[in-house]
């Protein structure tokens, strides 16, 4: 998130620390969010996402990277990089 903040502090995005998410003007989403438990998952079903990233999969279980993968195959992007999160884009 503070890299988040660097690039995007001074320009015309809004950023929501109670939603963890930057909101640009044209509607789109930048949202920070995080797997604590197996069932967290499920807390994404029924959303649209053009980019899913995870950060240090190895701290995820396969079950949780397994669903997202199936649930958002038609997200142009899904990341997976070795830090800790979840990296959620909605255009």
């Not at 701290?59 to 959620?88: I, M, T």
Request: aromatic share 18%.
């Amino acid at each position: 998130m503070d890299r988040a903040h660097q690039w995007l502090d001074g320009t015309d995005a809004k950023w929501s620390e109670a939603n963890k998410q930057w909101k640009f003007p044209s509607g789109a989403t930048l949202t920070f969010a995080y797997l604590a438990s197996e069932n967290d998952k499920f807390n994404y079903q029924g959303s649209e996402y053009q980019f899913v990233g995870f950060d240090e999969l190895s701290q995820f279980d396969e079950s949780q990277y397994r669903y997202l993968f199936l649930a958002y195959v038609d997200c142009k992007v899904l990341k997976c990089l070795f830090g800790l999160g979840l990296l959620l884009i909605r255009r």
